[in-house]
């Protein structure tokens, strides 16, 4: 298995506050994506980072921010968290072939 | 746009029964195409990962498929387990450009005993 940790692993928050989790590898991969998977749309890429402050918008990133000031650490940041947003989220990373990417274990965030 | 279907969108079978996923994809040009399996409350693994000139790839009992001229790929699950109960996605990376593979919404499959 690859080496990728996702913390917190299960999280309820209030509407209104901000939320960070956060995409730990030990891999020296540069590709890190944060995805949400929701029933019915599957995968959904919300930022990716193709290396240390090298980030981009990906098809459903509105509310979120992330940042990446290290290769082994991608945040994503809700600054103000809403219902919507209660969802798992996924990272994963891939190396400079692209060949395989390799997912965490989720995030599970609900928001009330 | 890039796009991946998957069909059916679940499946039901009983244990020991064969059974196959569908992908089709326009993601062009092609650079390879994988298969993941996600168990309940689990991340994605991958089960296989085929490049423009492969065909067929086995990992024990799956065993995937690609038609990269008509943009076809199969999932094969011989002798079905209970462990088997799981979405399967299909994942296709398109050459160039950053690596953003675009993702099917999954197959999910029951196995019943």
């Known amino acids: 298995d690859a080496g990728i940790t996702q913390s917190p692993r299960h999280k309820v928050t209030e509407t209104g506050t901000p939320v960070t989790l956060r995409c730990h590898q030990t891999e020296n991969h540069r590709y890190m994506y944060w995805y949400r998977q929701d029933p019915g749309h599957g995968l959904r890429l919300i930022h990716y980072s193709y290396g240390v402050k090298d980030t981009d918008k990906g098809e459903v990133s509105d509310g979120y921010s992330v940042s990446r000031s290290k290769t082994e650490d991608f945040l994503l940041t809700l600054e103000s968290a809403t219902s919507s947003q209660t969802s798992v989220y996924f990272c994963?990373?891939?190396?400079?072939?692209?060949?395989?990417?390799?997912f965490g274990e989720g995030s599970w965030l609900t928001v009330v | 746009k890039n796009q991946v279907e998957q069909s059916p969108q679940s499946l039901i079978i009983l244990e020991g029964k064969n059974c196959t996923l569908q992908c089709n994809y326009t993601v062009s040009p092609f650079s390879n195409l994988r298969w993941y399996k996600q168990d309940t409350g689990r991340g994605p693994v991958s089960l296989t990962i085929m490049t423009f000139s492969e065909n067929t790839k086995s990992n024990g009992r799956y065993t995937a498929t690609l038609d990269a001229d008509t943009k076809q790929s199969s999932l094969h699950i011989t002798a079905s387990q209970l462990s088997d109960s799981a979405s399967y996605i299909c994942v296709v990376l398109g050459v160039g450009g950053s690596y953003i593979p675009t993702f099917g919404r999954g197959t999910s499959l029951i196995v019943h005993p």
């Open positions: 994963a990373i891939t190396d400079s072939s692209g060949n395989t990417i390799y």
